[in-house]
């Protein structure tokens, strides 16, 4: 039996020891926004915040996230009302067919949070973890330095 918080919400679940955290999240929780492209910690897509970390889903067992908090893309905004990160990403173009954009936001999320940002190489070396096969990595970059500024201003 695990415990954990996640998107703010404490549940109890019964888990094999091998089940992936990307698999809790996605088919326990039905939080499919996590998305799962490599399975094996190159991509980036499943990124998500584990006590305000970010960790690659796919590379932890949900057993290592008991007693933890997750957050996820879907902690972020709706469409109605989008998260300013996520304002930013679509106001700069920073997504294409966006399959890595959940990972790329929750990334971009741990950065705003923990670094200045002062300059856009120490975004791109933030951002170095997450691939994009659509490779909008200079609309990105527009993209965290707008929602680095916002951030700024506040
Ligand atoms: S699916 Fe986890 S890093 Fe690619
Ligand atoms: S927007 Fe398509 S993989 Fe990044």
């Given at each position: 039996m695990i415990r954990v918080t996640v998107n703010?919400?404490?549940s109890e679940h019964e888990?094999?020891?091998?089940?992936?955290?990307?698999?809790?999240?996605?088919h326990s929780l039905g939080l499919t926004g996590t998305h799962v492209g490599?399975?094996?910690g190159v991509c980036g897509a499943c990124t998500v915040l584990l006590n305000g970390d970010s960790v690659r889903a796919c590379l932890c067992f949900a057993v290592q996230a008991d007693g933890g908090e997750i957050e996820t893309v879907e902690s972020l905004g709706t469409v109605d009302d989008l998260h300013p990160l996520q304002k930013a990403f679509q106001e700069h173009h920073a997504l294409?067919?966006?399959?890595?954009?959940?990972g790329m936001l929750?990334?971009?999320?741990?950065?705003l949070r923990k670094y200045p940002l002062a300059t856009d190489a120490e975004i791109?070396?933030?951002l170095s973890g997450n691939l994009c096969r659509c490779t909008g990595y200079e609309h990105l970059v527009?993209?965290?330095?707008?929602?680095?500024?916002?951030r700024n201003e506040s």
């Open positions: 703010g919400v404490t888990v094999e020891a091998r089940l992936l955290l990307a698999d809790f999240l996605r490599c399975e094996q294409q067919c966006g399959f890595c954009t959940p929750m990334t971009g999320i741990d950065l791109r070396e933030g527009q993209a965290i330095r707008s929602a680095v500024e916002a």
